[in-house]
């Protein structure tokens, strides 16, 4: 496909286009783990490749270990509670295991077949956003949190980091990775709970901290804190404290550097805010069945591709240097959501509940596929033809020495 037909459909013209030339990516990942440990670990996979093998197409063989999860959890643990057999837990570890060790290699790859392109940065950060919500289903079942409102959270909370990871590297030019970070000590720990699972059963998560540890006096109602609600705290907390607040700073450090305004930035994140606030006040209403009924599978397999939608646009911006993207059709029916599903039934008009909102999950699930393999098919055909590269094949192969 021409980079004119891109324009025709997604405004990717010539201009933006040639902003790739002066792509360079840039990184700082502060994590001792990654630094003294894993590294000699991923050099090592690295080096097991074979020359012939594409970068991207490690990240999407990657991907694929973590849809095998999903399809697991399908088959074992449909209700996302359990028990399952315990080899279930410990395929999600070795699943999401794999997935990290791709995407950390991938880059590596590219560097040795001197194919690094801005669509490996694009496809890689592309993939990790499409894995936000299912990696976090998979964690969901590890815990047996069932289609629950904690369900719900663990599913969808790393989209939160992910899209204010993603507004951070659009505003500095760089991928930013703390001392503790997601990709890193995050997965480790997550694998870490889905190898407990296997050990003790998903029913361990049910017990309070008192059952493990003998409180002070003063204390006790702490013990009766079940360890599942202990999760969700670390996890709020890490996101409030140690991940927001240094890509706020980071961004407007960068603003401050180019003698550019801060506060107008922070519009960029209202319609992402206001279609997450969209989406739980449709899932907290009293009328809504998607989480009674066990529907939080498909739920997560839609936002998966609402936000792979909303993260690879501002990606894509990034690395054309152009306007940052604001908006995504596939916001508008988690904005109608709230109203067919809360406000409407608050005023008697129930004829949306219940087998109607099924429908409408699907239908929306359907719209986000079709429309992101659409945008992401110009996209990809779009970047290939103006570099001269091919999306799954290095088109000149590297000889192994």
């Given at each position: 496909m021409s980079a004119a037909s891109g324009k025709k459909a997604e405004l990717i013209?010539?201009?933006?286009?040639?902003?790739?030339?002066?792509?360079?990516?840039?990184?700082?990942?502060?994590?001792?783990?990654?630094?003294?440990?894993?590294?000699?670990y991923w050099n090592f996979i690295a080096e097991l490749m074979p020359l012939w093998l594409a970068p991207n197409l490690i990240t999407l063989l990657g991907f694929f270990c973590i849809y095998i999860n999903i399809v697991t959890i399908i088959v074992y643990i449909p209700d996302l509670v359990g028990p399952a057999p315990s080899w279930v837990y410990f395929s999600f570890a070795l699943g999401l295991w794999t997935y990290s060790t791709m995407d950390n290699v991938d880059g590596k790859q590219a560097r040795r077949t001197g194919s690094s392109s801005p669509l490996g940065e694009l496809f890689d950060h592309g993939i990790d956003s499409l894995n936000c919500t299912l990696g976090g289903l998979v964690e969901c079942a590890c815990m047996g949190l069932g289609s629950s409102g904690p369900g719900a959270f663990c599913t969808l909370i790393s989209c939160l980091a992910m899209f204010t990871s993603t507004w951070e590297t659009y505003h500095t030019h760089t991928l930013y990775l703390g001392y503790f970070n997601g990709p890193t000590e995050g997965l480790i720990i997550a694998c870490i709970l889905m190898l407990i699972s296997g050990i003790c059963g998903p029913e361990i998560w049910r017990q309070t901290l008192g059952d493990f540890v003998s409180l002070p006096e003063g204390f006790e109602k702490t013990g009766y804190t079940l360890l599942v609600d202990i999760f969700i705290y670390v996890v709020s907390a890490a996101f409030l404290i140690f991940h927001l607040p240094f890509c706020i700073w980071n961004v407007y450090k960068a603003r401050r550097t180019k003698n550019l305004p801060f506060l107008p930035v922070l519009l960029e994140c209202v319609p992402f805010t206001l279609s997450g606030l969209s989406l739980g006040l449709w899932l907290q209403s009293d009328f809504s069945v998607i989480l009674l009924e066990n529907h939080l599978i498909l739920l997560a397999l839609t936002i998966s591709f609402v936000f792979g939608r909303v993260t690879t646009k501002?990606?894509?911006?990034?690395?054309?240097?152009s306007p940052f993207p604001y908006w995504t059709i596939l916001y508008v029916p988690l904005f109608i959501a709230p109203f067919l599903f809360w406000i409407f039934p608050i005023m008697g008009l129930t004829i949306f509940t219940g087998k109607f909102e099924v429908y409408y999950l699907q239908a929306y699930f359907v719209f986000s596929v079709v429309y992101f393999f659409r945008w992401a098919t110009i996209v990809i055909n779009a970047l290939c033809d103006f570099l001269g590269i091919n999306c799954f094949t290095i088109k000149k192969p590297v000889k192994s020495h």
């Open positions: 013209d010539s201009s933006s286009l040639a902003n790739l030339r002066l792509y360079r990516y840039s990184s700082v990942d502060k994590s001792p783990i990654s630094n003294y440990i894993l590294r000699y501002i990606i894509l911006a990034h690395l054309t240097l």
